[in-house]
């Protein structure tokens, strides 16, 4: 290729100026994506094996109208599985986070109405669910968890990039253009 | 002089074309990747749901066995006559694998039993396996009590267990053996049951009983081989009975 003497150097020019501190940023991207997948994941795994438990947990929100919460003990876990799949693979990552985010949104509510509305609930994050003595609920572990993750999908949603992403391949020497490595 | 500006020219053009086609590639695989992560998402979620309907799905009772009155005792649901003798007391769990083994074994035997009034057949479902479901499975069986669909429901409990024993199955099993009923209905929604259930569960520990399935012939323990035949248990029923 005849451009192939002047495009690096304008490549050069305008990105390769990758700072320290944007590598930092990426790794902590991968560190994101990990975190909030790995959770969704094993969120989902748990739940997939009991529907009927799942469904029971969303009932005890008594949020949902009945035809619903079937629906969402059925699928919910299956949601949280392909965002998982989507987060640790860095496939879509903006997409995902964003839906990450607003389950978590989604979580931190129902949470927070159980909470003031005194029920005696598990949250059923990871399975289980439904009613437990009231010395026993804990709303504080899983609300700051669910914000955290909150926080991981908002940092993703607003800078998808990271390593080790389907997203962004690391550049390819043979095909320099076809990359989207340095680019964007 | 001008011949190289425009080389240079022609060359930033170039750039700024490859540049501008590289965008442009680069936004359609985007594009792409959001609609394939978007696709697989609401499959698997349409997919997933699904599934889990048809695992809940309820298990129709191939024969719901004989019809034979029953009646609601303190500690069980007796079947047949109130006279007949010796007493069968059969203690078990819904969720029991080998309870719904020895009913798929003897179970027509003892309700050949309670029909014929050849015996006294007293069901007691304790809460041994999981404590919540375990004994909503119970509550709802105690509904079923004073109709004579009680040996249907018990076979449709059993058939279904591994789907759980949310309310709403517990009131689709009962559907699927004919309770029906809006009384049974509500009794299985309300739990109206769960305290008898309870004092079933009571009396089971009370009387010594400490695992399913255990079955009582006048108080004798039955030896219950996990190969038992409705021969061997006719025998072992006569031998215990003189």
Known sequence: MTTSATAPSSRAASELPR??????????????????????????????????????????????????????????????????LLLVTGFA??????????????????????????????????????????????????????????????????????????????????NAEGSSWPAR | MAGKVSAKQVTQHRLVAEAAERAARERRTRIT?????????????????WWQVQRSAIDEVADPGPS????????????????????????LDFLCPHCADLEER??????????????????????????????????????????????????GLFDNAGGGFSTERLVAIGASVGLTDAAFVRCVQDGTQAGWAAAVDAAAGERGVEGTPTILVDGAELDLAATVTPAAFMAELEALTG
């Open chain 1, 93 to 174: 990552t903006r997409v995902a986070a964003i839906g990450g985010g607003l389950l978590m949104v989604g979580f931190v509510a129902g949470i927070a109405s159980a909470w003031a509305r005194g029920l005696a609930i598990d949250c059923g994050c990871f399975g289980g669910g439904g009613a437990v003595d009231a010395a026993d609920v804990d709303y504080l572990v899983p609300l700051l968890r669910d914000v955290g993750l909150m926080i991981l999908a908002g940092y993703l949603a607003w800078r998808p990039r990271s390593v080790l992403a389907v997203d962004h391949r690391p550049p390819d020497q043979t």
């Open chain 1, 19 to 84: 700072t320290r501190s944007a590598l930092v940023l990426d790794w902590l991207g991968t560190l994101a994506r990990t975190v909030l997948g790995g959770v969704l994941l094993v969120a989902g795994l748990i739940k997939v094996a009991d529907p009927v438990d799942s469904v029971a947990a969303v009932r005890a929100y008594q949020v949902l109208p009945e035809s619903l919460e079937r629906l969402v003990g059925y699928g919910l876990p299956f949601l949280e599985i392909g965002l998982a």
């Open chain 2, 106 to 155: 003897i179970g027509d035997t003892i309700a050949d039993l309670a029909v014929s009034g050849d015996a006294r057949v007293v069901i007691h479902p304790i809460t041994l396996i999981d404590p919540a479901e375990s004994a909503r499975s119970a509550a709802a069986f105690g509904c079923a009590a004073g109709s004579d669909g009680v040996l249907g429901y018990q076979r």
């Open chain 2, 33 to 49: 990747r959001v609609v394939t992560a978007v696709t697989v998402l609401a499959l698997a979620v349409g997919g997933g749901v």
């Open chain 2, 68 to 91: 034979v009155s029953s009646e609601l005792l303190a500690d069980g649901i007796a079947l047949g006559g109130a006279n007949s003798r010796p007493v069968v007391d059969v203690y």
